[in-house]
């Protein structure tokens, strides 16, 4: 079992900056991939950002240029720092980790962005 906490959400004015924390614990043998998604009212969870295993990035067209994925191995921990935020980004923004078969994702943490 996996287990994902993240921290870093809030509120911040449009032009700022938030940084997500990911920190994941328990039965970690081999992680495929990690990375970020995210939940708008009324929206499907779509996809932001995501290291797969070898170390190829992923970003959705949306936030090319504004956010960046990071990890650190080490403490199996993934990093979203965002930047440029707009109104558009604001949603619950979740955690999620692959490790073969098994899919895990985090509580999820609010992220708003005032105009």
């Known amino acids: 079992q996996v287990q994902l906490v993240e921290s870093g959400g809030g509120l911040v004015q449009a032009g700022g900056s938030l940084r997500l924390s990911c920190a994941a614990s328990g039965s970690i043998s081999s992680i495929n991939a990690m990375g970020w998604y995210r939940q708008a009212p009324g929206k499907q969870r779509e996809l932001v950002a995501r290291?797969?295993?070898?170390?190829?990035?992923n970003y959705a067209d949306s936030v090319k240029g504004r956010f960046t994925i990071s990890r650190d191995s080490a403490k199996n921990t993934v990093y979203l720092q965002m930047n440029s935020l707009r109104p558009e980004d604001t949603a619950v923004y979740y955690c999620?980790?692959?490790?073969?078969?098994?899919?895990?994702w985090g509580q999820g943490t609010q992220v708003t962005v005032s105009s």
């Open positions: 290291i797969i295993r070898g170390g190829n990035i």
């Open positions: 999620h980790m692959i490790v073969a078969p098994y899919n895990y």
